[in-house]
């Protein structure tokens, strides 16, 4: 059993920047790659990053590629999403999620194993 608790969503102007945290507890945290997820109303959830066990590899969607950076502390159990020059487009639930079996289909959310509760970020005009 995996326990995933997001943090750090909020209000930002367009322009601005966020972190949001990822906590997990259960099993151990380097063995198994996190993803990050996001879904606005009305829309699918959508791929936006993911980083491997090790933290060696790190995949983006093209559209937050070279604005949002994912990075882990295995040692606190802890994955970060830090987005810059956030766009009102990035508003949206964000979630973090756990891959324990490694999936090469990891851009779908049917994959992960445990999922975070979610954390809203809005991004104004």
């Known amino acids: 059993q995996v326990q995933l608790v997001e943090s750090g969503g909020g209000l930002v102007q367009a322009g601005g920047s966020l972190r949001l945290s990822c906590a997990a507890s259960g099993r151990t945290f380097s063995r198994y790659a996190m993803g990050w997820f996001r879904q606005a109303p009305g829309k699918e959830r959508e791929f936006v990053g993911l980083i491997s066990g090790s933290g060696e590899t790190i995949y983006y969607s093209d559209s937050v590629k070279g604005r949002f950076t994912i990075s882990r502390d295995n040692a606190q159990n802890t994955v970060y999403l830090q987005m810059n020059s956030l766009r009102p487009e990035d508003t949206a639930v964000y979630y973090c999620?756990?891959?324990?079996?490694?999936?090469?289909?990891?851009?779908?959310?049917?994959?992960?194993?445990?999922w975070g509760q979610g954390t809203q970020v809005t991004v104004s005009s």
């Open positions: 999620a756990a891959d324990l079996g490694g999936s090469a289909y990891y851009r779908s959310p049917d994959v992960y194993d445990y």
